[in-house]
């Protein structure tokens, strides 16, 4: 009993560290637990009957500067909680890295910032980012209330730095999101993810 | 290292007023970056085609992208005020490096110092006064990276004035340097085909010796996993590559692009059918 529990750890680590699990639109997110700026738990299947989106986020990233200094993530975010979406901004970088805050630093920031997503994962060992393939700030996935992945990719359609061109944007979030809640099929369910790379633990 | 960002006041504008009589160009720094825009020829000649070219030295350990960045950062950009009737053609990329931090992704672009050539297109004629002397004007945009990416840029000019057209002797072993750098076309009689299977792509080299050491840059972004290995078996007349497909390839595709790198070698452009064998 006792080799077989080891041998369930084993797996279990594995699967963590195993390189890019794909993670693939059309199929089933994968489940998970961490802590948020507050100290509480979060999972994703407390949020069973929603959608859901994941943000992938490193502050000092000129990519994720261009959609918050510009108050386009924060409309973002206040716009689908509006509507019942789940907004979990989820932060992999490890300590000492661009990006790493504590959860009172990071409560500070979104205080600053006017910022409203439901939770900030905090995920400095970067398992959450790992599990999902995060591999830019910003990295976005929507997961819908049967908790299938419908969407992974770019914020939008100008990989760029510049707020200048937020205006002119597809935003791919908010598209999927219309198509997804008034039951009809997203179009582009699968874009580039552009921005700087997760700062991963070696 | 100090990387000072240019000081300009009166002794910089005499510095430039100086150098533009002798064809000589100033260098712009940026935290990260020196950055100049240099001419392979001294003069021009109406009608004629000039090379200019965008030159990045980097502080070391610090890189820029390739055109096809890869997982994340972004190549740099190019906006361009010319003299009427010139116009600009797409820069030339060197073969670019492979960079991997993380099982994740996987990046392509420079480090320590490259050259970004533009062939620039000149008109056929040129009228009297301009000839005294063009301006030739960049806007430079890019992205340099070590643990952390910043953003720069650097308007860049040059002058140029009609006359006997010369190689640049200060520029020249920049511009032999970097076009040894640019992929070429495969050799007469190599062939370069793709078979589509579930997961990945196989590419067949036809060549006319076995390959033993091969790696592929994709052109287009989202249709190679990047930070996958990519699995070389050598063949008695080239090699097959496995290339791990990338999650974000939804629909088939037609043709392959991108630069097969042979280390030490040449960097051949491929631009390979891709067969879907019916199932």
Not at chain 1, 35 to 60: A, P
Not at chain 1, 157 to 184: C, F, M, R, W
Not at chain 2, 191 to 216: G, H, M, Y
Request: proline share 9%; aromatic share 8%.
């Amino acid at each position: 009993m006792k080799t077989f529990r080891h041998l369930l750890h084993a797996c279990a680590l594995m699967a963590l560290i195993a390189p890019a699990f794909a993670v693939r639109v059309g199929e089933p997110a994968p489940g998970f637990t961490a802590v948020d700026s507050n100290g509480r738990q979060q999972r994703l299947s407390d949020y069973k009957s929603k959608y859901v989106v994941l943000e992938w986020h490193n502050q000092g990233c000129p990519y994720t500067k261009k959609h918050y200094e510009s108050g386009n993530m924060q409309r973002l975010q206040k716009e689908w909680t509006a509507k019942g979406v789940v907004w979990l901004t989820v932060i992999s970088s490890a300590p000492g890295t661009q990006g790493f805050v504590t959860p009172s630093q990071e409560n500070d920031y979104l205080k600053t910032m006017n910022a409203a997503p439901t939770a900030v994962l905090m995920d400095p060992g970067g398992s959450l980012g790992h599990l999902y393939g995060a591999k830019t700030t910003p990295h976005m996935f929507i997961i819908d209330p049967g908790g299938m992945l419908i969407y992974n990719g770019a914020i939008d359609d100008h990989p760029t730095s510049d707020q200048g061109d937020i205006a002119g944007s597809k935003n791919y979030v908010s598209t999927a999101l219309q198509e997804a809640t008034s039951g009809k099929p997203v179009t582009e369910p699968a874009t580039r993810p552009y921005g700087c790379s997760v700062k991963y633990k070696d | 290292m100090g990387w000072k960002p240019l000081q300009c006041g009166l002794q910089c504008a005499c510095f430039v007023l100086a150098a533009w009589t002798a064809g000589l160009v100033v260098a712009q720094a940026a935290p990260h970056t020196r950055v100049e825009l240099i001419s392979r020829q001294t003069a021009l000649r109406p009608g004629s085609d000039l090379q200019l070219g965008i030159h990045f030295i980097l502080e070391p350990g610090w890189h820029i992208y390739w055109i096809n960045p890869g997982d994340s950062g972004q190549p740099p950009s190019l906006k361009w005020q010319l003299p009427p009737g010139f116009a600009a053609g797409e820069i030339q990329w060197p073969r670019p490096e492979r960079m991997q931090a993380t099982p994740e992704l996987a990046d392509y672009g420079y480090h320590d110092e490259t050259l970004l050539m533009v062939p620039i297109h000149a008109p056929p004629l040129i009228n009297n006064e301009q000839l005294r002397g063009l301006r030739f004007a960049v806007e430079a945009k890019w992205l340099v990276c070590r643990e952390v990416c910043i953003p720069e840029h650097a308007n860049l000019e040059l002058f140029l004035h009609s006359g006997a057209v010369r190689e640049n002797p200060a520029t020249a072993k920049l511009f032999a340097g970097a076009a040894k750098l640019l992929p070429i076309a495969m050799p007469h009689g190599w062939k370069a085909e793709v078979e589509s299977r579930k997961d990945n792509f196989l590419l067949t080299i036809a060549a006319n010796r076995q390959l033993t050491k091969a790696i592929f840059f994709p052109l287009d972004p989202g249709q190679i996993d990047n930070p996958a290995p990519q699995t070389l078996q050598p063949t008695p007349s080239g090699a097959k590559i496995t290339l791990k497909k990338s999650d974000l390839l939804l629909k088939p595709i037609s043709v392959l692009r991108g630069v097969l790198a042979i280390p030490g070698g040449p960097a051949y452009r491929i631009e390979a059918p891709v067969r879907h064998p019916i199932q």
